[in-house]
């Protein structure tokens, strides 16, 4: 995912932990469009990161994925946020990011 999204033109932080993920966010002073996360992780779970990154920049849009959320419904999402059931296409990845700078 971060090959292509790079590839695609987007600058990417790449996390090898939520913990880490969340270290990158607080030290960054560039602005955040988009945090990419899974909803289930050890540690620190994806809406958990999420708010600690929201804390830093509160305008960041969640793009949470799961493969274990089986068609998690929209009214659970937080604001500023959007879903992605694994497994996606790389194409389907791409689509979203786009609409979520539409959006920004």
Request: aromatic residues 6%; charged residues 25%; hydrophobic residues 40%.
């Amino acid at each position: 995912m971060v090959e292509i999204s790079r590839s695609a033109g987007y600058t990417v932080f790449e996390a090898q932990s939520a913990l880490e993920a969340a270290e990158i966010a607080e030290r960054s002073v560039a602005k955040l469009d988009v945090l990419l996360t899974d909803v289930v992780m050890p540690g620190l779970r994806g809406p958990d990161l999420a708010r600690r990154v929201s804390e830093r920049h509160p305008d960041v849009h969640v793009l949470y994925m799961s493969g274990y959320a089986e068609g998690l419904p929209e009214t659970q999402l937080p604001p500023n946020s959007t879903f992605l059931q694994k497994p996606f296409r790389f194409a389907t990845l791409l689509e979203r990011l786009k609409l979520v700078q539409r959006k920004a």
